[in-house]
């Protein structure tokens, strides 16, 4: 997720970067163990994560207003559980300008962008509260943005954290990855199967690995779409879990939109799933805004991600996007409101990161309590 014009910018200036090992330091080469499993990211956190990292060189004149909005988000996330926020040294005080001191820490790194769910450690537990911390090697989303520093913020997070740092031999994104924390996984073909970032492997080979690294009995595929967006299709903007059984999807009723046709295909496959315990899924949709409010962040812009599904789960509530339509952002809370019953549902505005093709999920990553 960045803006397209970053997207077209450093299409150039990445090729000399590298990949995926980035020289993080001795870490645990990924085994099939089956000792690992990925939480439902309902259950209960120790703490979320910000990257303080928007900078001018990727947002221009953008700036300023995405430094507001991570505040707004950590400011209401740190009122449910405590949150830390990466940021450079040279900003550490305009980052408690925008985000506060309470219930906030502050951790000086570099930072490339402001993309935490993709760049974090992906958190696994055992059942003897052990913490591990999967590293996918980030590298840009297919090499498509410069990524060098953001590469190692999931290793920094596995020693903050004392975790054992799982170096997974795949490349790919935590915004790539929804699970049920029962063992059923959704994924999107285009962003895990995709020559951008995995060369030569197979997508058997390619569930294989995602099983043993997440504890996955069975993953859901979506077919996504490549090349739309810098992601190329991460599934938090299409489905994602409530809980065992129960998902929500995107459905997007623009017939100019690209995704009209990609979210229906989705919404096929998903109403005629079952997860890994053989239960048929329960499916409820929720539909972007067709007249958010007019600003400069959605002026021409085709990478304006106004998409609901984009929200973050934190004990007791949801973070959730709101986008100037009064009457589609009221049935996104309705909605979320219902299948969430025992969590507080927040709205927030978020136009800044959705100009830059994200959300509030894609901002945010979280570390399970154990």
Not at 91 to 109: F, P, Q
Not at 191 to 211: C, F, G, H, Y
Not at 360 to 366: E, G, N
């Amino acid at each position: 997720m960045s803006t397209r014009r970053e997207f077209i910018k450093q299409a150039s200036v990445v090729a000399g970067v590298g990949a995926a090992f980035l020289g993080f330091g001795p870490s645990v080469l990924a085994s099939s163990t089956g000792r690992w499993y990925m939480p439902d990211e309902g259950d209960k956190h120790q703490q979320a994560f910000i990257a303080f990292g928007a900078q001018d060189t990727i947002w221009e004149d953008f700036t300023p207003d995405v430094q507001a909005a991570l505040g707004r988000i950590a400011r209401t996330i740190a009122g449910y559980e405590p949150v830390t926020v990466f940021c450079r040294e040279s900003e550490r005080d305009l980052a408690e300008e925008h985000c506060g001191s309470a219930n906030i820490t502050y951790v000086i790194t570099e930072l490339d962008d402001i993309w935490m769910r993709d760049i974090g450690a992906n958190f696994v537990v055992d059942g003897k509260g052990e913490l591990g911390a999967v590293d996918f090697n980030f590298n840009g989303w297919g090499n498509k943005q410069r990524h060098g520093k953001d590469a190692q913020v999931a290793a920094l997070i596995a020693r903050r954290e004392e975790a054992d740092h799982i170096r997974s031999e795949l490349v790919g994104e935590g915004g790539g990855i929804e699970v049920d924390g029962h063992g059923t996984g959704i994924m999107t073909e285009s962003s895990w199967i995709n020559a951008n970032r995995n060369p030569e492997w197979s997508k058997a080979e390619v569930e294989q690995e995602l099983k043993a690294r997440l504890g996955l009995r069975k993953i859901i595929w979506l077919p996504g779409i490549k090349g739309k967006d810098i992601t190329d299709a991460h599934v938090d903007f299409y489905a994602r879990f409530v809980k065992p059984g129960v998902v929500i999807a995107n459905l997007d009723n623009d017939p100019g939109s690209y995704d009209n046709q990609v979210t229906r295909a989705h919404l096929e496959i998903l109403k005629n799933a079952t997860d890994a315990d053989g239960r048929k899924l329960q499916v409820h949709t929720v539909s972007p805004p067709l007249n958010p409010r007019k600003s400069k962040f959605n002026r021409g812009n085709q990478d304006f991600a106004a998409g609901y599904i984009n929200y973050f789960v934190i004990n007791g509530a949801i973070i959730a996007p709101e986008f100037g339509d009064k009457a589609a952002d009221r049935k996104a809370l309705d909605l979320l409101s219902e299948l969430y019953p025992d969590r507080e549902v927040v709205q927030l505005d978020i136009d800044a990161i959705a100009a830059g093709g994200g959300g509030i999920h894609c901002v945010t990553s979280h570390q399970p309590l154990v």
